[in-house]
Each structure stands twice: as structure tokens, then as C-alpha cells.
């Protein structure tokens, strides 16, 4: 058996460590606490299951900490915490991510228990405890993540996009999951940081685009239109001067019309290299594939990727329009990216609709589109086909948008 898993707070405020000591004791998990952030990944071990990382410290802040775990390859999960705005939060989250590091979560200053709970939900009463050795959780190496490529271990999954005028589906999000032999479905948060600093994640994205090319065939719904496949694209893939070409040899031979893809492009490291960027962004669109600005409002840079990248689609953080209801700020925020998005000629989608509330302030708002799992979470394949059998129906039947749920839970395993 391993040692018992623990939980690491790294936070100069005495008095959080304390606090987060005693509730984490009451759930019957150990805990570490240590006020010195340039040393803390002395205290990580094979057994650290989680570290709560304070953003704003004295001498080391945790965006230093983050690119320091990230350097020594740490594998603990990681929850950010901060008394600072939300999007600063969601901004370190990527930024973790890009480094690598599996981000789980973060918590708002000040937390009470159940927060803390709700951050820690994925430690199980079993995974705090005593674990067997063979079964670490999302611990793996980069020959377990070598072999997923040899073994062909990655799949596809699917999340619907609807038109928010009629309920139609107007097109499919490409989500990448990892089945692992022995741990399951892992998601592409745990996965694509390392691919991208290990160099796979160009195979990860032809594997991708392949699969989905050949999946799409069977997502043709009533209205006999391929729905748009929306792809998310590393910036790394997008430095790389032949890869319009290549995509349009792909695109040719499936047989796919390029206007129904679009490239989700995500802002962070798009500045470095930016004109290599540009370059394949620019040849992307002159051959009629569509562009996203995926996430926006979320990070510092927006404003510049408008100006710079030629888009064709804004989509909506899901911490704003999950936010819309709780924060003035966040509602003026998706009302005015919906009215610029339309200003300059964009369509506007919304992501991480959760509640019947969020999607008719939406409609309300008049962006054109919603994805969510309101609507469905992503879903493999053959799934999504019968739930595109399903939708027709309802639309058919006039019964939409009253038929969706008033609300969906947020299990995030899929
Ligand atoms: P993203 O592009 O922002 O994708 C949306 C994420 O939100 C997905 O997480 C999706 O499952 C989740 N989501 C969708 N609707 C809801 C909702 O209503 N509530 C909540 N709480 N979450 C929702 P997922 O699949 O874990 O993907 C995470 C990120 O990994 C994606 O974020 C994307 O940036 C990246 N990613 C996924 N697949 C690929 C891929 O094939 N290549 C690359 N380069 N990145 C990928
Ligand atoms: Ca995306
Ligand atoms: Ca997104």
C-alpha cells in the first residue's frame, strides 16, 4: 500500500492554512501547510494528491509557484485560490494548463467548507485514504502517454451547438478524451499540456480531425446539412506554416466543405510567434475555414486578438455566462461582446449554458447560438447520433426550447 495521500496549502496567510487544515481533518484527509512558496515543491511527493495554491503571496506569487511545479513536471492536481476577480483565476487556470499543470479548480476567498468540499469532490473518501499502489489516479508517466498513441487509445467526443432562434443544431464541438487502460476516461485538461510539451500535440490533432472527419458522416440531421465541426487547435499547430495545406488535402479527401469547419483558437501564447500565427490564421480563412475566438472574455488579451485574428465566431466564456445571473459585471460583459461580436460581423455562441434562466437572458440578448449541457454534454459518436434523432423530433414538434430541463448538474466526468 502507498502512504496516505495529503493535501498541500501553500498560502502565506496563517490563518487560511489553519482553517483549511481543520475542515480538511474533518473530511478525514492530511494536510501540509507551508507559508514558503519558493520551496513548496519540496514538499510534493508521489503521495500529494492535491495542492491549494494561493495566487497573491509576498516574495514568490502563485503564477511563479504554477511555472515552477510546471518546470519540475508536477502531476498533484492543483486548486487556485484567490480573493481576487474570477477571471484573474480563470486566466492562472490557463496558464497552468499550458504549463502542464491539471488544474481541478479553484476557491473564491473566503470559503467555508462546502466550497472546500466542492473543490476537493474529486478526493474520494477511498483516494484519501490508503490507495493501492497500482492504482494511482491521474498519476501517469510520458511512456503511458507514448503507448496511448501506439495503442490508438484517444477518442473523440461530441458537444452539440444549437441555434438559439430555433433550437437547431448548427454544429458539433470536437472534445478529445483519453481512454486509459486501466484509469478510464481522462480529460484532454489532464492530457493536452503534456502532449504540447512533449511534441505530440500536432499527432494528437490529425488523430483528431481524422476521426471526426469519418464520424460526422453519420451526424447529418433533418435538415441534411453536415452540421460545422468545431476544432480546437493548439497555437502550437497553428505555427506551423504547412498545416493549411495539410488540412486542405484532408478536408479534399473526406470530402468535407471547408466552410463547415471552424478552428477554436484560444488566446494564450498566440502572441509569441504572432506573426507565424497570423500567417496560417490568415491562409485558414482565405480558404473559407471559419475562425473562433473560443473563451473570450476570460483572458487579458482580448481586445488585440479582435483586432488581429480574422474571426468569424465569438465564443462566450462559460464563467461569464455562468456568472450572468450573480454579477451585473458579467451580464454587461456577454451583452456587449454579443453586440460587438454582431458589430463586426461575427456570430456569437455562448458555452457552459447550464439553466433555462441563462439560455432565455441569452435569447434575450440575441446571441445566436448555445452550447452546453443544458443541451447535452459531449458525447461519443454513436450517442450523439441518437441524440440528434431525438432533437428533430422535438423541434418537429414545436416543443423546443420548453422541453430542455430548467437545469443540468455539473458532474464533470464527461
Ligand atoms: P474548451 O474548448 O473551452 O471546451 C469546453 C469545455 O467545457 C469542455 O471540457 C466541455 O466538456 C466543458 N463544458 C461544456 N459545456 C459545459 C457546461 O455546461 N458546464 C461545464 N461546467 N462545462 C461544460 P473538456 O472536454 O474537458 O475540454 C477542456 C479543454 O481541453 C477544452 O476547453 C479545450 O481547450 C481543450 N481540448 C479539448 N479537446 C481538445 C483537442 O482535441 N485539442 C486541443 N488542442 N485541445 C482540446
Ligand atoms: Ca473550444
Ligand atoms: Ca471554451
Request: with cysteine.
Amino acid at each position: 500500500m502507498a502512504a496516505v495521500n495529503h493535501i498541500l496549502v501553500v498560502d502565506d496567510d496563517g490563518v487560511v492554512g489553519a482553517l483549511v487544515s481543520a475542515m480538511a481533518r474533518s473530511m478525514g484527509l492530511h494536510c501540509i501547510v507551508t507559508k514558503d512558496a519558493a520551496n513548496c515543491h519540496r514538499l510534493v511527493t508521489p503521495d500529494t494528491a492535491v495542492i491549494l495554491l494561493d495566487l497573491v503571496m509576498p516574495g514568490m506569487d502563485g503564477i511563479e509557484v504554477l511555472r515552477l511545479l510546471g518546470e519540475k513536471k508536477c502531476e498533484a492536481r492543483i486548486v487556485l485560490m484567490s480573493g481576487m476577480d474570477k477571471r484573474v483565476i480563470e486566466t492562472a487556470k490557463k496558464l497552468a494548463r499550458t504549463l502542464g499543470l491539471p488544474v481541478i479548480g479553484h476557491l473564491q476567498k473566503p470559503f467555508g467548507i462546502e466550497d472546500l468540499q466542492t473543490a476537493l469532490g474529486v478526493l474520494s473518501p477511498t483516494e484519501s485514504a490508503s490507495v493501492p499502489d497500482e492504482t494511482p489516479m491521474i498519476e501517469y508517466d510520458d511512456g503511458e502517454l507514448l503507448e496511448a498513441f501506439e495503442h490508438s487509445e484517444f477518442v473523440n467526443y461530441y458537444q452539440p451547438q444549437v441555434s438559439l432562434k430555433n433550437g437547431e443544431v448548427t454544429g458539433v464541438e470536437v472534445l478529445s478524451r483519453w481512454v486509459h487502460p486501466k484509469r478510464g476516461i481522462i480529460l484532454p485538461d489532464l492530457f493536452i499540456g503534456r502532449c504540447e510539451s512533449m511534441g505530440l500535440i500536432d499527432k494528437l490533432c490529425w488523430i483528431t480531425v481524422e476521426m471526426a472527419l469519418d464520424d460526422v458522416k453519420h451526424f447529418r440531421s433533418s435538415s441534411s446539412m453536415y452540421p460545422r465541426l468545431s476544432l480546437n487547435a493548439s497555437v502550437y499547430t497553428l505555427r506551423d506554416l504547412k498545416f493549411p495545406d495539410r488540412f486542405m488535402a484532408l478536408l479534399v479527401r473526406h470530402g468535407f466543405p471547408a466552410g463547415r469547419i471552424v478552428i477554436e483558437i484560444t488566446e494564450t501564447g498566440l502572441i509569441r510567434e504572432l506573426a507565424r500565427t497570423l500567417d496560417v490564421l490568415t491562409r485558414l480563412r482565405m480558404k473559407a475555414i471559419q475562425l473562433s475566438i473560443d473563451d473570450f472574455g476570460a483572458g487579458y488579451a482580448m481586445m488585440q486578438q479582435l483586432q488581429n485574428i480574422p474571426a468569424t465566431e465569438l465564443k462566450v466564456d462559460m464563467s461569464l455566462v455562468q456568472n450572468m445571473h450573480a454579477s451585473d459585471s458579467d451580464r454587461v460583459m456577454v451583452e456587449k461582446t454579443i453586440e460587438m461580436g454582431h458589430e463586426l460581423g461575427m456570430e456569437v455562441i455562448a458555452e457552459g449554458v447550464m439553466t433555462h434562466e441563462q439560455l432565455m437572458l441569452l435569447r434575450a440578448m440575441g446571441c445566436d447560438a448555445a452550447q452546453g449541457f443544458l443541451f447535452s454534454r459531449p458525447l461519443p459518436a454513436s450517442e450523439l447520433t441518437k441524440w440528434l434523432a431525438r432533437k428533430d423530433k422535438e423541434i418537429d414538434k414545436g416543443d423546443w426550447p420548453a422541453s430542455l430541463p430548467a437545469a443540468m448538474d455539473s458532474d464533470p466526468l464527461h
